[in-house]
């Protein structure tokens, strides 16, 4: 089947979450899914992402949150793709400030610098707001997102990038919350280090023009899909700048104006 062929979707969302599901077990990236289900058709790639979510549950890992993923102008640029997409959050991706990362848990990683909002009451209305979001946020972390991808090369279309939970890797949290009281998300400036080297530059504007804006519009698409976002859920906003290649062990530390700071430690592969 070409990209432009018409899918048998119910077949299609089946072999898509096989294949993606594959590949994450083995570790061996996949060629893309988008042959099963088109380029565009964002709720066929969000049942396969949800399937597999199903999956991951019933095999024990509890859900925490959720992630906005292609926020950053620098990033969608780097995908081709200029829409925002949203992805689960689970137990065993969450790390903190320095807890070490094995490199094998990861396909293709790369890394991203964000701020982190902690919930503090649920957002459920479908025309969730700005105003919505500053009530609920308890508090606000530095945090970097280790991004992967189950496609081989990164060769993604929206559909591959959506029914791969966003392309979803790790994160890791500061342990200093921040209230948002007072704070312009926006204005914030971002410089991520790999082993003492800047490798990435942003600021909080870049992320659909506030991570609080871009925060809202995940509250709106997961009402709207019966998936609301609850009190105690992180949410991880979106990159503030371009993602950095992890290619092999490293240390990479955001640094965030008036946030403080978060480190990634990447070790070597473990048995």
Known sequence: MTDHDTPDLPAGIEAAAARLTAAADSRIPCAPVR??????DIDAAYEVQRRISVGRSAA??????????LTAPAVQQQFGVF???????FDDMMYAHTEPLPLNRFLQPRAEGEIAF???????RPGAG???????TEFVLPAIEIVDSRITGWDLAITDTVADNASSGAFVLGTTPHPLSGLDLSRVGMVLQRD?????FGAGHACLGSPVVAVAWLARELAAREQPLRAGDVVMSG???????IGGPGRYRLALDGLGEVEAVIEEETK
């Open 130 to 136: 700005v105003a919505d979001v500053l009530r609920a």
């Open 35 to 40: 042959e099963f289900l088109g380029r565009e």
């Open 118 to 124: 902690v919930l503090g009451r649920d957002i459920d």
């Open 196 to 200: 003492g080297e800047p490798v990435s």
């Open 60 to 69: 024990g890992a509890r859900r925490v949150g959720a992630k906005i993923g």
């Open 239 to 245: 990159a503030l700048g371009p993602m950095v290649p």
């Open 83 to 89: 829409r925002p997409d949203f992805g689960v959050l």
